[in-house]
């Protein structure tokens, strides 16, 4: 039987299922802030699983049998001419999953994704006052790469928007 310590740390990531779809939602709704969200939350019942959110751009990490997080990699555009850049278009990590290392892990993953999908660049978009985030991304490499000043009002504040990348 695992001791605690090693529950703990029983973490699995894996490719999204359509059946995930009720606990990324309710993770989005629990999670919701405006240190992260540009968008408004989640509704009950909405689905969480689109024609511009597929199922097979989402990487699910479980932590003790429970979805704890999630990271999507999606193309920025559907242009040719940057099909060999992909792009995070979330990441979320619920309050109990945080400081086992599965932001980390996530990202890594979605690295791995990315170029098994023929990616040779990794983009991202960061709120300029997130910055637990930021330091999660430039610990792992992804460069500051441009800023839109003020460019989101949030909450009554305007707010940066960071890109950040890295070549794979």
Same mark, same amino acid.
């Given at each position: 039987?695992?001791?605690?310590?090693?529950?703990?740390?029983?973490?699995?990531?894996?490719?999204?299922?359509?059946?995930?779809?009720?606990?990324? $939602?309710?993770?989005?709704?629990?999670?919701?802030?405006?240190?992260?969200?540009?968008?408004?939350?989640?509704?009950?019942?909405?689905?969480?699983?689109? /024609?511009?959110?597929?199922?097979?751009?989402?990487?699910?990490? /479980?932590?003790?049998?429970?979805?704890?997080?999630?990271?999507?990699?999606?193309?920025?555009?559907?242009?040719?001419? $940057?099909?060999?850049?992909?792009?995070?278009?979330?990441?979320?990590?619920?309050?109990?999953?945080?400081?086992?290392?599965?932001?980390?892990?996530?990202?890594?993953?979605?690295?791995?994704?990315?170029?098994?999908?023929?990616?040779?660049r990794?983009?991202?978009?960061?709120?300029?006052?997130?910055?637990?985030?930021?330091?999660?991304?430039?610990?792992?490499?992804?460069?500051?790469?441009?800023?839109?000043? /003020?460019?989101?009002?949030?909450?009554g504040?305007y707010?940066?928007?960071?890109?950040m990348?890295?070549?794979?």
């Open positions: 039987m695992p001791t605690s310590a090693e529950a703990d740390t029983a973490t699995l990531i894996r490719p999204a299922r359509l059946e995930d779809g009720e606990a990324l $939602n309710l993770l989005d709704r629990e999670t919701w802030s405006f240190l992260h969200a540009v968008a408004p939350p989640p509704e009950p019942g909405q689905p969480f699983f689109d /024609e511009r959110h597929p199922v097979g751009d989402l990487l699910v990490a /479980e932590a003790d049998g429970e979805v704890a997080g999630y990271v999507r990699v999606a193309r920025p555009t559907p242009l040719a001419a $940057n099909a060999h850049v992909l792009q995070i278009q979330g990441l979320v990590l619920s309050e109990r999953a945080r400081g086992r290392g599965l932001g980390k892990a996530l990202m890594r993953a979605a690295e791995d994704q990315a170029r098994r999908r023929g990616a040779r990794l983009t991202l978009r960061v709120l300029g006052h997130n910055a637990p985030a930021r330091a999660l991304y430039a610990s792992l490499g992804y460069a500051v790469e441009g800023i839109l000043p /003020e460019e989101m009002l949030l909450d504040a707010v940066d928007d960071v890109l990348g890295k070549f794979l």
